[in-house]
């Protein structure tokens, strides 16, 4: 937990994703139900929290790391960039840390 017991996976999200986790509580989990609210497809819907859903399980494997780790892991859930060039960065970063220019 974040201070003021907010989730970092949750911190982590924008606020249209937030809007999206709300609206899918408030639909009681209803993808269809949720489809018409936005008014797009059932599949569109899925694709949409199955990329949310990576977000958050990258949010929370980068538990205890530090905030640029949990950064690159989001955006390469996000299909920011892709995981060969977050290997990179973390791999960067990692080498600066050790050398002590972090």
């Known amino acids: 937990m974040e201070s003021g017991g907010v989730p970092v996976w949750f911190a982590e999200l924008g606020d249209?994703?937030?809007e999206f986790v709300r609206?899918?509580?408030l639909a009681s989990g209803s993808l269809k139900e949720l489809a018409e609210g936005y008014g797009v497809s059932y599949p569109t819907i899925r694709v949409r929290l199955?990329?949310?859903i990576a977000r958050v399980k990258a949010a929370e494997a980068?538990?205890?790391?530090?905030p640029?780790?949990?950064k690159v892991r989001v955006l390469v859930a996000e299909g920011v960039?892709?995981?060969g060039v977050g290997r990179q960065l973390l791999a960067a970063h990692r080498a600066s840390l050790t050398r002590g220019g972090g």
Do not use: C, F, K, S
């Open 23 to 25: 609206r899918v509580v």
């Open 50 to 52: 199955d990329r949310l």
């Open 16 to 18: 249209e994703d937030r």
């Open 81 to 83: 960039i892709d995981a």
């Open 68 to 70: 640029l780790e949990r």
């Open 62 to 66: 980068a538990r205890g790391a530090d």
